[in-house]
């Protein structure tokens, strides 16, 4: 592959990685703010982010099993 034909989609990698940060960064900005204001909804709030990663955690392990296996089964 030509540096040219890579160039678009580093360039494309860098601007989500751009987005994903300042998304972190506003993320936490409202979670201090939540905090401050509000503890309890801020519990409420982090109690259901840990709930999600447990969720997502779940469906990762799903979906790597299920590729294994297939893999396996294709091999």
């Known amino acids: 592959m030509s ?3 890579g160039q678009p ?4 990698l860098s601007r989500v990685v ?3 940060v300042e998304h972190r960064i506003k993320l936490d900005a409202l979670e201090h ?5 509000n503890p309890l909804a801020h519990e409420l709030y982090l109690g ?3 709930n999600l990663r447990a969720q ?4 990762l392990k799903t979906v790597l ?3 294994l ?3 396996d089964g294709d091999g």
């Open 48 to 50: 259901t982010i840990e």
């Open 65 to 67: 099993t299920a590729r």
């Open 18 to 20: 751009d987005l994903l």
């Open 69 to 71: 296996k297939s893999k």
């Open 33 to 37: 703010v939540l905090k401050e204001t």
């Open 3 to 5: 540096k040219a034909a």
């Open 9 to 12: 989609s580093t360039n494309s």
């Open 56 to 59: 997502k955690t779940a469906e």
